[in-house]
């Protein structure tokens, strides 16, 4: 179906009840038995269209995945995307994804304490000028909530072409005393393994021959265990 104004974006959302999630208050805490089962749940909080959250459901059917943005056309779009891509690959639709209307400055209406177990941030608003800080989605008051919502194997990945976010970023990771690992400047001359998936802007400014920066945050107690082992 085209989405055709706000009556055909409308009227897809009813018609995607199963993928499209416009209460998540209502879920708060029940996420698992939305899906039916205790696997983990992965976040990815502005979305946009949901290439990298759709394609991400399908290549890893053991992981639950959310995808979050606050535009109905945008959740619109991203079912269209995700039932374009079962098409594509001649598969039945997918239970492990969810596509979520919602503001991520409520995310503690949406998630409980330690429901989820990792957060992706892909390409966020950059918020250049310095008094919109606070409105970076790795602002200290983020990454709180961040901490709330993420179990004990948690972790945040972060990708980027903004050197300013990214600056702000790492500052605001390691003022919390955060661990940080694999931080890349130049993610794709630094080599991406075949599993890495793209997200629609990273895709854009790839062919443009623009840098993306990456790290990845471990939150969780294991994560940190685990990792520090990983080196000893
Ligand atoms: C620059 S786009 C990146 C889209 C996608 N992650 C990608 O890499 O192609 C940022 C997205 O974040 C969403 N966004 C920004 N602030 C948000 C908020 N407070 N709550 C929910 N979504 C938000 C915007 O609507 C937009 O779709």
Same mark, same amino acid.
């Given at each position: 179906?085209?989405?055709?104004?706000?009556?055909?974006?409308?009227?897809?959302?009813?018609? !995607?009840?199963?993928?499209?999630? &416009?209460?998540?208050?209502?879920?708060?805490?029940?996420?698992?038995? &939305?899906?039916?089962?205790?696997?983990?749940?992965?976040?990815?909080?502005?979305?946009?269209?949901?290439?990298?959250?759709?394609?991400?459901?399908?290549?890893?059917?053991?992981?639950?995945?959310?995808?979050?943005?606050?535009?109905?056309?945008?959740?619109? @779009?991203?079912?269209?995307?995700?039932?374009?891509?079962?098409?594509?690959?001649?598969?039945?639709?997918?239970?492990?994804?969810? &596509?979520?209307?919602?503001?991520?400055?409520? %995310?503690?209406?949406?998630?409980?304490?330690?429901?989820?177990?990792?957060?992706?941030?892909?390409?966020?608003?950059?918020?250049?000028?310095?008094?919109?800080?606070?409105?970076?989605?790795?602002?200290?008051?983020?990454?709180?909530?961040?901490? @709330?919502?993420?179990?004990?194997?948690?972790?945040?990945? &972060?990708?980027?072409?903004?050197?300013?976010?990214?600056?702000?970023?790492?500052?605001?990771?390691?003022?919390?005393?955060?661990?940080?690992?694999?931080?890349?400047?130049? %993610?794709?001359?630094?080599?991406?393994?075949?599993?890495?998936?793209?997200?629609?802007?990273?895709?854009?400014?790839?062919?443009?021959?623009?840098?993306?920066?990456?790290?990845?945050?471990?939150?969780?107690? !294991?994560?940190?265990?685990?990792?520090?082992?990983?080196?000893?």
């Amino acid at each position: 179906m085209r989405l055709r104004g706000k009556r055909g974006v409308k009227e897809l959302l009813e018609q !995607q009840s199963q993928l499209a999630v &416009l209460e998540p208050e209502t879920y708060k805490g029940k996420w698992n038995e &939305l899906f039916g089962n205790d696997r983990p749940i992965y976040v990815e909080l502005g979305m946009g269209k949901g290439q990298f959250v759709s394609q991400m459901s399908l290549n890893y059917p053991e992981v639950n995945f959310i995808g979050v943005d606050m535009y109905d056309e945008l959740i619109a @779009r991203a079912c269209e995307k995700a039932c374009s891509l079962w098409e594509e690959q001649g598969v039945e639709p997918r239970s492990n994804l969810k &596509l979520v209307r919602a503001n991520i400055e409520f %995310l503690e209406k949406m998630f409980a304490e330690d429901e989820i177990e990792r957060v992706y941030l892909n390409f966020s608003d950059p918020w250049p000028k310095n008094r919109h800080a606070r409105r970076r989605l790795t602002h200290a008051r983020f990454i709180e909530k961040y901490k @709330r919502a993420l179990n004990e194997k948690g972790e945040i990945h &972060l990708k980027t072409d903004s050197e300013t976010l990214f600056e702000f970023s790492l500052n605001s990771f390691a003022q919390m005393g955060l661990q940080m690992r694999d931080i890349s400047l130049n %993610l794709h001359r630094d080599g991406i393994n075949e599993s890495h998936v793209m997200t629609e802007y990273e895709q854009k400014f790839v062919n443009k021959g623009m840098n993306i920066h990456r790290v990845e945050v471990l939150i969780g107690a !294991q994560a940190l265990h685990n990792y520090r082992t990983s080196l000893s």
